[in-house]
């Protein structure tokens, strides 16, 4: 379930896509081989008559509606979570059925820090914190891959923000100053495009998404 692109604005770029980490699902995923392995033991069991068959319907009954709350639902949830790094603000959208999601602006974030536990060092994976300026919360993303990479690549994105809208005002500044100074008015170049950073290669991140 890939993020849907029609949210970003004109000349905003995906940095980065990703998912909570895979591990996130590994105990679903263990209780899946667990259910699979139940039924095969009730059909090896029970005998090959009606009362037998009779028996193994019941058990696939039982397990099915065992499975969706146990597996099928922990791993929507987690195809259907993405945190995207984008040229101008980090996204946060979550939901099955029903969506939620969060915006963080690049040009408010006043400090990304990460924390990794010695577990979260072997599987790659880590919390991320970002404090924003103003009243909005600070905000905290567990199960993230590779979230020291993670955290380098938003600051990088929100220094190359400030240095992009410093050019713009002073674009501006430089444009009403020719027009006082009688020049007449003047077109202000366009702001540069967002660019993701030249040397940031997401391949590594999107390997454990």
């Known amino acids: ?6 949210v970003l604005t004109p000349g905003e770029q995906v940095a980065l896509d990703l998912h909570p980490h895979p591990m996130t699902v590994s105990v679903p995923a263990v209780l899946g081989v667990v259910l699979v392995g139940v039924a095969e033991a009730v059909a090896y069991v029970t005998p090959d008559d ?33 945190y995207v ?13 029903s969506k939620s999601g969060k915006d963080i602006t690049l040009s408010k974030i006043t400090d990304v820090s990460f924390h990794q536990s010695f577990l979260d060092r072997l599987i790659r994976s880590g919390t991320l914190n ?29 220094d190359e923000d400030a240095n992009r809208r ?32 030249a040397n940031f290669a997401p391949e590594a991140l999107r390997a454990q998404a």
């Open 50 to 82: 009606a009362t037998g068959n009779r028996i193994q319907w019941i058990a696939v009954l039982v397990i099915v509606l065992a499975a969706i709350p146990l597996v099928l639902f922990p791993f929507l949830a987690w195809r259907t979570t993405h």
């Open 166 to 197: 410093s050019m713009v005002i002073q674009e501006r500044l430089a444009v009403r100053a020719e027009g006082h100074d009688g020049g007449g008015p003047a077109h202000s170049q366009a702001a540069p495009a967002a660019e993701m950073p």
């Open 130 to 158: 970002i404090e924003s300026a103003g009243d909005s919360p600070n905000e905290q993303f567990r199960n993230i891959p590779r979230s020291n990479l993670v955290q380098q690549l938003i600051n990088q994105l929100v």
């Open 85 to 97: 790094v984008t040229t101008h603000r980090v996204m946060v959208r979550k939901g099955i059925l």
């Open 1 to 6: 379930m890939g993020f849907p692109e029609n």
